[in-house]
């Protein structure tokens, strides 16, 4: 009898989890009432597993201390201004409606009060190009636009970092490290590459599955390998437009 395959280990083994544990903290900016205005003091910078950008511990001035993505150019005692009123200068968070068009942003709130969710992996940011009717309108390096409500948080600056993913791995084991902190599926064997009692597709000469790989959504967990309940297979039809 083979071993299950691993579609169906994942789901049940504490070996493929992420080992959430060893994280620093949620990168997630501090609960402010309407208008309130907080200042405080980078302490220290952390490296956080499985993040691609460093973590900056900020403690505010009334002794609450919270955690979010550090930007190029910040430092261990630099003072952060957060909230309306805020300069516009690098590691200060402040709201769509005051930064300045044109500006650099980084680790924008998709809605209000949510902490921040755009642009916030390493390297990443947004330009400010315009605002109008209560929202302001994001562009990202590729000239893809957003619109995000103007009252929102975003950081001034780009996030640290970037030009991590140019570094080479090298060897198996560093990827190895990596895959297991954020709790990915690696390595990735195919399943015509093994043999029949350890996959539906294994077994035979030649790494072909010699039949379809569609299953019914209803498949018994043994078999609901590949495309599940696909809507459509096979090549796609191009369509000629008579002139």
Do not use: C, W
């Amino acid at each position: 009898m083979g071993k299950r395959p691993i579609v169906r280990r994942r789901g049940r083994s504490p070996n493929f989890m992420a080992p959430t544990h060893r994280r620093v903290a949620p990168a997630k900016y501090p609960l402010l009432t309407q208008g309130e205005r907080a200042e405080g003091t980078l302490v220290a910078l952390h490296h956080d597993p499985g993040r691609g950008a460093p973590l900056a511990e900020v403690r505010l001035d009334d002794g609450r201390t919270f955690h979010t993505v550090a930007v190029e150019s910040m430092y261990v005692g630099q003072r952060i201004s957060i909230g309306p009123g805020s300069p516009p200068a690098v590691g200060n968070i402040l709201p769509l409606a005051e930064v300045p068009e044109g500006a650099i942003i980084s680790n924008v709130e998709r809605r209000p009060g949510d902490g921040g969710a755009l642009f916030r992996s390493s390297g990443n940011y947004a330009t400010l190009i315009g605002k109008t009717n209560g929202t302001a309108i994001l562009q990202n390096p590729k000239a893809k636009t957003f619109v995000v409500d103007a009252r929102a948080l975003a950081t001034i600056g780009v996030v640290a970092g970037g030009g991590r993913t140019e570094k080479p791995f090298l060897k198996a084991g560093t990827k190895r490290k990596l895959m297991k902190s954020k709790g990915r599926k690696y390595p990735i064997v195919r399943g015509v590459a093994m043999i029949s009692v350890y996959h539906p597709h294994g077994g035979g000469r030649h790494q072909h599955v010699g039949g379809s790989t569609s299953v019914s959504r209803n498949a018994p967990p043994g078999a609901k390998v590949g495309l599940i309940a696909p809507r459509k297979t096979g090549r796609k039809k191009v369509r000629k437009i008579s002139g």
